[in-house]
């Protein structure tokens, strides 16, 4: 004789296939929602969008006096670099923005010029650093974002001439980065993407890139000039959800 199963054994595993079949598909539901709220977007990489603000090479020379940039900063630079850049052909519909990053850095080496017979100090710090950037065209308008430094980058004298003193970087943390700067606000975000991105005709941008620096020595350096080259490895821009 075959006995036959009870019902609700076999009423029990249909229940629980229901209920794997209910979590595969909260699952997927799940995964897709983490995706649209932005979970893929942590995995592309930011968009680079090259030196924008004209960065790289730019030689500056500021007057000194008595240590310091004289009054109003940047309006002593010398060499403000503005150039135009084309616009990106880049896609961000569906995404939001996390920020835009510029590397910038100082070379490793200063250069110091001073009156007839000044007498040039062993060793110059730069404790401070003002920049300024921007970036504009002539659909969007124009952007701009500021950024005051407190650093702490000495450099000691290596070579003169009747001209002046060079300044080799005597220091131990990277030159590459000092100078980094990184909006992260929406609407400088908005601003900056709506410059730099085509949409429906081209709109040539200007970038530009100042700085201003402050320096101490154990003699005065009224009267100086200190010319130092930045570098840059680029900006980029961080994509959210």
Excluded: K
Excluded at 24 to 30: L, W
Excluded at 72 to 93: K, S
Excluded at 206 to 231: C, H, K, N, P, Y
Aim: proline share 5%; hydrophobic share 40%.
């Amino acid at each position: 004789m075959f006995r036959s199963a009870p019902p609700h054994r076999t009423s029990h595993r249909s229940t629980r296939q229901r209920r794997r079949t209910a979590i595969a598909i909260g699952s997927g539901a799940a995964a897709l929602l983490l995706s649209a709220c932005g979970v893929v977007a942590a995995f592309v990489p930011p968009l680079s969008v090259g030196d924008p603000l004209g960065v790289a090479g730019q030689i500056v020379t500021a007057s000194l006096q008595d240590g310091a940039i004289q009054a109003q900063g940047t309006a002593h630079l010398d060499t403000t670099r503005t150039f135009d850049v084309p616009d990106l052909e880049a896609d961000l519909h569906g995404f939001s923005l996390a920020g835009f990053y510029t590397n910038a850095g100082v070379a490793n080496e200063v250069w110091l010029s001073g009156p007839a017979d000044a007498e040039y100090p062993e060793r110059i710090t730069v404790t401070r650093a003002l920049i300024d950037a921007r970036l504009s065209d002539d659909v969007n308008g124009s952007v701009a974002f500021t950024l005051d430094l407190a650093l702490a980058l000495p450099f000691e004298q290596t070579e003169c001439s009747l001209d002046g003193c060079t300044y080799a970087y005597a220091g131990t943390d990277p030159l590459t980065g000092v100078l980094d700067l990184e909006v992260t606000d929406a609407a400088t975000l908005e601003a900056i993407v709506s410059i730099l991105v085509l949409r429906e005709r081209e709109t040539p941008n200007q970038g530009a890139f100042r700085v201003a620096i402050e320096v101490e020595a154990s003699t005065s350096l009224s009267g100086f000039d200190a010319t130092f080259r930045l570098t840059s490895r680029g900006s980029t821009i961080r994509l959210g959800g």
